[in-house]
């Protein structure tokens, strides 16, 4: 439960920063601006995601296994990391172009750098980050993830004393954030004596294997989940995706609890010594996430009428109608986020690709069918739909490859409700 009480009050100020970074973006730049640079960040983050080769996942399977040494570890990563930079940068600079052809000269400027910037600085980022999350070094972690955003909401407040609030400073604001999250880890690493520069071929292998048995799910998974803003960004307006990235933001907010907890998860429960312990962590896991999905998305649902507003401006009133729209989906995103972390740590990752196949076909088809009809709330309604058939299909998955059965995991037990006792007896007199 420390473990979990530190993360959460990492999370409180992941997110408080969060809706300060999303509320000055959404002030300054309004429903357009603020809808260009959901798009300038769009197209690189999924050539990331499309390209990375599911290396942070299998970073930390190896840290968590302690499969290598860190300092090998890290040396191995770093320089994987060198290579794909040099490929993806150009696959970026020859494909995004063809993306953001509807866009403004000023916002296609801004995606030129904004490539470059992005991928190396991202990557350096994440591998040191994963890192400390591999090795259980959960202070660091947490501390490591939560420069991101606290450097991203200084470089905004710098650059607005500097009288820049444009759509590129944003962008560099952003980058800047990741930047300093990276090089304070890589301090940290350095002091620990986990940084090394020599590669083994092995370790390379082995990450290289299990990132690609991962790669297939992995882009499908980011795919599904990014195909709304794609139909978003390609066939409706830069004001309609303003609307659309703020109420994916309040309503995902609850999410980053759900993220702490299978951020927790994965390591714990890959380390478990055999399979009916392995199941019996992610089942405490699961319906610790699921209890936190439900409660917040109810709670929100009904607040977002008045906070939206309140807190983006009134131009943003349609945000709090799509973000009613989405919360419906999130017990479902924050269920099948779970199984994707058990799948992992059985090694059992093929299994993601099919079952995210399944939500991106049926997102696909509930954009072409409702965009068209209601237009942004279409976008939202797919969202929904993708989740609830992704979980669907991940769960069958799991019982298949595993012979677990799936609805015993969401059902609380004796030692869920004496955690909570215990939780509570400490919080109240």
């Not at 303003?242 to 907890?261: C, E, K, Q, S, W």
């Not at 131009?315 to 058990?342: N, T």
Request: charged share 10%.
């Amino acid at each position: 439960m420390k473990d979990i009480s530190l993360s959460f009050l990492t999370t409180i100020l992941i997110q408080t920063v969060n809706i300060l970074t999303g509320l000055l973006a959404a002030r300054f730049l309004l429903p357009e601006g603020r809808g260009e640079l959901a798009e300038i960040m769009l197209w690189p983050g999924l050539l990331m995601e499309f390209g990375i080769l599911a290396m942070s996942d299998a970073l930390l399977y190896r840290a968590a296994t302690r499969a290598a040494p860190p300092k090998v570890l890290f040396a191995t990563v770093i320089w994987i990391g060198i290579g794909l930079t040099a490929v993806l940068t150009t696959v970026g600079y020859l494909v995004i172009p063809y993306m953001t052809t509807s866009d403004t000269a000023t916002v296609q400027a801004v995606e030129g750098w904004y490539i470059a910037a992005y991928v190396p600085v991202y990557l350096f980022s994440l591998f040191v980050a994963t890192m400390f999350q591999g090795h259980l070094d959960l202070v660091a972690w947490n501390v490591v993830r939560a420069l991101v955003g606290l450097g991203y909401l200084g470089f905004i407040g710098i650059l607005h004393f500097a009288g820049r609030t444009d759509v590129g400073s944003f962008a560099a604001a952003y980058i800047g954030g990741t930047l300093i999250s990276g090089v304070v880890g890589f301090l940290w690493l350095a002091r620990k004596g986990w940084v090394g520069w020599r590669p083994d071929y092995a370790t390379a292998k082995g990450l290289l294997g299990y990132g690609a048995r991962l790669h297939l799910g992995e882009m499908v998974n980011s795919l599904r989940q990014r195909v709304d803003q794609m139909g978003v960004s390609l066939y409706l307006s830069a004001s309609d995706m303003g609307h659309y990235v703020v109420a994916l933001t309040v309503a995902n907010g609850p999410m980053i609890l759900v993220n702490t907890v299978a951020g927790v998860a994965f390591p714990k429960i890959s380390q478990a010594p055999d399979p009916a312990e392995k199941l019996r962590i992610f089942g405490t896991y699961l319906r610790l996430a699921m209890a936190l999905s439900v409660a917040s998305a109810a709670g929100l649902a009904v607040l977002a009428p008045f906070l939206v507003p309140l807190i983006f401006g009134q131009a943003f009133e349609e945000s709090a109608v799509l973000c009613q729209i989405m919360l419906i989906g999130l017990p479902f995103f924050a269920a099948k986020l779970m199984f994707i972390q058990a799948l992992n740590a059985f090694d059992k990752s093929l299994a993601i690709g099919w079952a995210e196949g399944a939500g991106l076909l049926a997102a696909i088809a509930s954009l072409a069918l409702l965009m068209p009809a209601i237009g942004i709330r279409g976008a939202a309604w797919a969202l929904v739909v993708a989740n609830v058939v992704a979980l669907l299909a991940m769960a069958g998955m799991l019982r298949q490859r595993i012979g677990s059965p799936t609805l015993v995991l969401f059902r609380p037990t004796a030692d869920d409700v004496a955690q909570v006792r215990r939780v509570l007896a400490r919080v109240l007199p």
